[in-house]
């Protein structure tokens, strides 16, 4: 009835997901972002979903487009770095300047400074402990 209304799109990924697993919600969140490409919510679902299933590659693209659609988002700013601390660790340096930004930006009601800051503890570590450093 309504084909072209993201936020149904983005509710369905959200039913599939729950009810046939990750894969399942990744093309209703593709076509929520592709009818809507300037919100955030629905590509940030969208990336932690392929992030989960694998697809590391476009998860990452989603991540750093979702960096260009909410700037000045702190919450983005960390899963970025968490993604990148994870599955890129020759990014380490790249995220612990994402997380700074982070700390930078207006503090997020989801995502209060000290998480911000175990994050960077963590990150630290994890640079601390590769051989390049």
Request: include cysteine; proline fraction near 10%; charged fraction near 25%.
């Amino acid at each position: 009835v309504e084909p072209r209304n993201a936020r149904l799109w983005q509710l369905m990924g959200g039913w599939r997901g729950q009810t046939q697993g990750p894969a399942a919600a990744i093309e209703p969140l593709t076509r929520a972002v592709e009818l809507h490409p300037e919100e955030g919510p629905p590509r940030g679902t969208l990336a932690r979903v392929l992030e989960m299933t694998g697809s590391l590659d476009e998860a990452e693209r989603h991540f750093r487009t979702l960096l260009e659609v909410e700037p000045a988002n702190p919450v983005v700013y960390c899963w970025l770095a968490q993604f990148l601390d994870k599955h890129r660790p020759e990014a380490s340096q790249e995220a612990m300047k994402l997380t700074e930004r982070a700390l930078e930006l207006p503090a997020h009601p989801s995502l209060p400074r000290e998480k911000i800051e175990q994050l960077i503890a963590t990150i630290r570590g994890q640079v601390g402990a590769s051989p390049q450093n």
